[in-house]
């Protein structure tokens, strides 16, 4: 098998699964040092099993992949299964995410997985001829053929901060439905994981602002808890395994908070939402829940931020401002960003993502918006001020 963005928390599940039940695999990555040492650790869970580490590989480059694929067949004698799995993010709103940094995530994600598959398909088109089922009979040869796309669901609603990754993951998606229509004749099978949230991996380690607890997950994911890498690791056993052999343009999306929309709770936010107008920002908050779905772990830091936005809200007298459009409220909420930190690591983009959460789960709509930061001429030079404009409203 060959794996893009193999080293990671993800992937190297995924494929350290394959190796157990006796496949040899390639992962690349751009880290020469990470990529080799997790080949390396992966190889251990099979007596004999060779796992490859190909690491300084830009997916962007596609006569990279192409040199790259063409060794794997080499040294392991054919591609049956691939993983396109390579993927970069950060947290940006569309107000601080240049076209430049838009771009670069469009390049790593979509065209880096429309690379890997250009690179392997002459493989894989080999190895579905190889392996072609009638659906009556097992495999006598194994299966192959077979590719996966690592996708994300962030797309299918809308995520703050995450434009750039949401665009790419979309197009993802679409790119895995055109092979499967293309390639699906031939025997190609080409399928989506988006795996939601999954703990311990490096993108929710990087991502969340705070190691949230399962209690809170609870009111947001319908399992009630984040998923495992194990859990990845057995959908694409399921894949690429005689189970999947009639699957083909699939997305399997793990758990995904999207899909809790509580009518219970929306319609008793209503009368929140009403008695909330003109009320003073910190009351605001509270109706909002945002301090009290703190987890006990995580609720030092960030209460203590949100506490000194309070109270400097209060002293600056920021009234909420309420208009009401047939019976529905319509709340501007204020959120003072001054602090040390900048929007994409503080507390601000914490009770913002809080709030969104929040907000969709009760089918409410929210849009911020960042007024240009200033430079604080205060005690702290490095201060930087900034005021974000949060409206919340009820769908009309």
């Not at 979509?110 to 398909?121: E, I, P």
């Not at 099978?189 to 991996?201: D, F, L």
């Not at 380690?205 to 809170?216: C, F, G, K, M, V």
């Not at 809790?260 to 009403?274: D, F, V």
């Amino acid at each position: 098998m060959f794996c893009t963005g193999g080293g990671g928390s993800i992937c190297s599940a995924q494929v350290r699964a394959l190796v157990a039940l006796g496949a040899n695999a390639m992962i690349l990555g751009r880290n020469v040092e990470k990529t080799e040492r997790v080949a390396k650790d992966i190889a251990t869970v099979r007596a004999g099993a060779k796992v490859i580490g190909e690491g300084g590989i830009d997916v962007r480059d596609v006569a990279t992949l192409e040199a790259a694929a063409a060794k794997c067949v080499r040294e392991l004698g054919a591609i049956d299964f691939v993983i396109a799995g390579a993927a970069g993010n950060f947290l940006a709103p569309i107000a601080q995410l240049s076209a430049n940094a838009f771009k670069t995530v469009i390049d790593i994600d979509l065209l880096g997985s429309y690379n890997t598959l250009k690179a392997t398909l002459p493989y894989l088109r080999a190895s579905a001829a190889a392996h072609r089922t009638d659906g009556k009979t097992r495999p006598r040869n194994g299966t192959g053929g077979r590719i996966i796309f690592v996708s994300a669901t962030m797309h299918y609603s809308g995520v703050p901060l995450q434009t750039h990754a949401a665009a790419a993951k979309a197009g993802v998606d679409a790119l895995s439905w055109q092979v499967c229509v293309e390639e699906g004749p031939r025997g190609i099978t080409s399928n989506v994981i988006s795996p939601g949230p999954i703990a311990g991996t490096e993108g929710m380690d990087r991502l969340s602002q705070s190691a949230r607890s399962e209690e809170q997950a609870s009111t947001r994911i319908p399992s009630g808890r984040w998923g495992r890498v194990k859990e990845i690791a057995d959908a694409t056993v399921y894949l690429f395994s005689d189970t999947g052999n009639y699957v083909n343009g699939e997305v399997l999306v793990g758990e995904c908070s999207c899909a809790i929309q509580s009518l219970k709770t929306c319609k008793a936010n209503e009368t929140q939402w009403t008695a909330a107008a003109g009320i003073p920002n910190s009351s605001l908050v509270a109706a909002f829940s945002i301090l009290t779905s703190s987890s006990a772990a995580t609720k030092s830091r960030e209460s203590k931020a949100v506490s000194r936005s309070e109270d400097r809200n209060s002293r600056a007298n920021v009234s909420v401002l309420c208009r009401v459009r047939n019976l529905v409220p319509r709340l501007f909420l204020p959120i003072d960003c001054t602090e040390t930190e900048n929007l994409a690591g503080g507390y601000a983009t914490h009770l913002l993502l809080e709030l969104y959460s929040h907000a969709r789960t009760n089918s409410l709509h929210v849009h911020a918006t960042e007024l240009e930061p200033r430079r604080s001429n205060s005690v702290k030079e490095s201060r930087v001020a900034s005021l974000l404009l949060v409206e919340v409203r009820h769908p009309t």
